[in-house]
C-alpha cells in the first residue's frame, strides 16, 4: 500500500511536469517544440490582406525612426536612421556609434510618423481585430540588446508635444520581445490601461523554444480581437489570452482592467535596447548585430469593414442647410487610411472635397473630406454619402446617412421630472423628453462648474428622454437646459424643481 502511494505521487510528479512543458501551460513560462519555418502563401483563408510588403518600395510604407523621434536615450540607445538599410529585405542594427550623448544607436521602422517637418510619409493604422505575420531572422540577444515587433497605440506618441491621456501610455501588443543571452526563448506581452489614472496593467508570457534557433527565418504572427489575443510561431500557436477577469500568463495591475484590443495600432520593430528587464552593459565586441526582416503582412477578417466613414467633427449624421460651401462647411468626414487604397466618395444630396488641416499635422493620418448641401435640396430628409475603397485584395463600400436640417430646435417645454434610479442608493436624476425629431444633443448647465454638460439621451416606451445628474432627494434644483442641432441651440429653458422623496419600500430608506 505504503509503496503504491509513492509510485502513483511520483507519477503525479511526472504528470505535471509533462504538463509543464505543453504550449497550454499556464503562468509566466511556455514550453514548447516550434516546428521548421513555413512557406506561407499571401493568401489567408477568412482574412483579407492590408498590407504585403516585401521592401520593394520602402519609403511609401515604412517611416525610419531618427533621434528626434525618441524622448531620450533609452538604456544608452539613441535611435539613429543610419542604422536601417532596405538592400533586399529589411536590415535594422545594433551599433556602437554614438548619437546625441548615447554610447550605442539602433534601428527602427514603424508605419507612422511624429515628425511634423515630415510632408512625404503618411501614416497608416490597424484597427479593430486582425492578424499580423512577419518573417524574421534576429539577432543572437546579448546582454542589454535585443530586438522587438509589436502593434503599438498610434496615440501613445513619442512626441511630447502631444497632449493625450494617460489610459494611452505603454497600450501595445508585443509579437516578441527577445529574451536576453537566449536565442531559444522570447517573451509576447499585452500591456494596456482601462481609464485614467489607473497603474499599469499588464500580462506576458515567456516562450521557450526547444527545436531552433531563432536565428533561422521564423514566421512570428499575432491574431487579436476584442475578445482574445493569439501569438504563434512557425504557425503553430504558443500562447492565448482571453480578455476575462482573470486571464492566464503574468499579470501586473488590475487584471479586471484589460481593455479590448481594437487599437489603432502602428506597427513597429525594433533592434536596440533589450526590452525584457536585462539592461546590463552592452558588450561592445557583440556589436554591430541585426535584426532582418523579410516581409510583413498585414490581414482583416473577411466581413468587417477596413475603411468605414468615421465622424470627425460637426454634427453627427446631421448638417445645416446654411453649409452650402467649403468654407461654411463645420462637417468632415474621415476614413482610414492605407497606403495602396482608393477612395472614391459620391452623394446624391453633398458636394464632397478632400480636406487638409492648414497645418500639416502628423498624428491626423484619415482621409478626411468636407460635406455640404448641394442647391435645391429639400430639407428634413436624410441622404446617402458613399464611400467605396479598392484595397489590395478587394474592394468595399460604405454608406452613412446624414439629415439636413433647417433650422435650431424650439424652445424645450418644462417638462423636467426627477427620475428614481434602480438600485438600493436612492439616488435620482433629472430625465427631459426630446420631443423635436431634429435635436441631436441636450446640455444642462452645471452651477458648480459654470459650463454646459452634455446629457445622455436614451429611448424609453418608443420615445428619446434625455438625463442628468445624481441628486438626493429632497434636493432643491434650478435649472437650465438646451437642445442642439447642426444649425445651432435653441433659446434657453429655465425652470427649478424639488427632488421627491422615494415611494416607501423602493429603495434603501
Known amino acids: 500500500m505504503y509503496r503504491s502511494v509513492l509510485l502513483f505521487a511520483f507519477m503525479l510528479m511526472v504528470f505535471k511536469e509533462i504538463h509543464s512543458q505543453d504550449t497550454q501551460s499556464a503562468n509566466c513560462d511556455i514550453y514548447t517544440d516550434i516546428p521548421s519555418c513555413p512557406s506561407n502563401p499571401v493568401d489567408k483563408p477568412g482574412y483579407y490582406i492590408l498590407l504585403d510588403q516585401a521592401f520593394q518600395n520602402p519609403s511609401k510604407y515604412w517611416n525610419v525612426s531618427k533621434p528626434n523621434d525618441d524622448k531620450g536615450c533609452d538604456f544608452n540607445f539613441m535611435r539613429n536612421q543610419n542604422n ?8 535594422l542594427q545594433n551599433t556602437n556609434v554614438p548619437v546625441m550623448g548615447c554610447p550605442y544607436s539602433m534601428g527602427e521602422i ?8 515630415n510632408h512625404t510619409f503618411r501614416s497608416y493604422y490597424f484597427y479593430g481585430s486582425g492578424y499580423v505575420e512577419a518573417k524574421i531572422r534576429q539577432l543572437y540577444c546579448s546582454p542589454g540588446q535585443g530586438s522587438a515587433m509589436w502593434l503599438w ?4 506618441s513619442d512626441d511630447p508635444s502631444v497632449i493625450h491621456p494617460d489610459i494611452l501610455d505603454d497600450n501595445e501588443i508585443d509579437v516578441f520581445e527577445t529574451q536576453p543571452n537566449d536565442s531559444g526563448s522570447f517573451n509576447v506581452a499585452y500591456h494596456w490601461r482601462m481609464k485614467e489614472g489607473l497603474q499599469k496593467v499588464e500580462n506576458y508570457y515567456r516562450i521557450h523554444n526547444s527545436s531552433n534557433s531563432f536565428t533561422d527565418w521564423t514566421v512570428f504572427a499575432v491574431r487579436w480581437s476584442k ?13 492565448r489570452m482571453v480578455m476575462t477577469d482573470k486571464p492566464s500568463g503574468c499579470t501586473s495591475g488590475d487584471p479586471k482592467s484589460f481593455f479590448p484590443a481594437d487599437g489603432p495600432f502602428c506597427l513597429r520593430f525594433n533592434s536596440g535596447p533589450n526590452t525584457v528587464g536585462d539592461h546590463n552593459p552592452v558588450l561592445p565586441s557583440t556589436l554591430p548585430n541585426h535584426l532582418e526582416i523579410e516581409y510583413v503582412r498585414v490581414y482583416k477578417p473577411q466581413g468587417e469593414k477596413a475603411t468605414p466613414i468615421t465622424f470627425f467633427s460637426g454634427t453627427r449624421n446631421q448638417i445645416c442647410i446654411s453649409e452650402t460651401s467649403f468654407e461654411t462647411s463645420n462637417t468632415i468626414l474621415s476614413a482610414n487610411y492605407y497606403p495602396d487604397a482608393t477612395y472614391s466618395w459620391s452623394s446624391p444630396a453633398f458636394e464632397i472635397q478632400p480636406f487638409e488641416f492648414p497645418d500639416h499635422q502628423a498624428q491626423h493620418h484619415s482621409g478626411k473630406v468636407k460635406i455640404w ?32 436640417t433647417d433650422t435650431i430646435p424650439p424652445m424645450p417645454q418644462d417638462n423636467f421630472q426627477a427620475s428614481l434610479i434602480a438600485g438600493p442608493l436612492c439616488v435620482y436624476e433629472i430625465s427631459h423628453p426630446v420631443t423635436n425629431s431634429s435635436t441631436a444633443g441636450c446640455e444642462f448647465f452645471n452651477e458648480e462648474t459654470q459650463t454646459w454638460q452634455q446629457a445622455s439621451i436614451r429611448t424609453m416606451n418608443n420615445g428619446r428622454c434625455s438625463f442628468y445628474g445624481h441628486y438626493e432627494p429632497q434636493t432643491y434644483l434650478t435649472i437650465q437646459y438646451r437642445e442642439k442641432n447642426a444649425c445651432g441651440y435653441s433659446e434657453i429653458r429655465h425652470s427649478n424643481l424639488t427632488v421627491p422623496l422615494p415611494p416607501p419600500g423602493s429603495c434603501g430608506w
Request: with cysteine; hydrophobic share 40%; proline share 5%.
Open 373 to 404: 448641401v448641394k442647391p435645391g435640396m429639400t430639407a428634413n430628409q436624410s441622404y446617402p454619402i458613399i464611400l467605396s475603397t479598392n484595397l489590395l485584395s478587394h474592394a468595399e463600400q460604405d454608406t452613412a446617412w446624414y439629415f439636413i
Open 110 to 117: 514603424k508605419t507612422m510618423t511624429v515628425d511634423t517637418s
Open 153 to 156: 497605440c498610434v496615440l501613445d
Open 84 to 91: 536601417v538599410s532596405f538592400p533586399v529585405n529589411a536590415l
Open 227 to 239: 475578445d482574445s489575443i493569439n501569438w504563434y510561431v512557425n504557425n503553430k500557436q504558443v500562447s
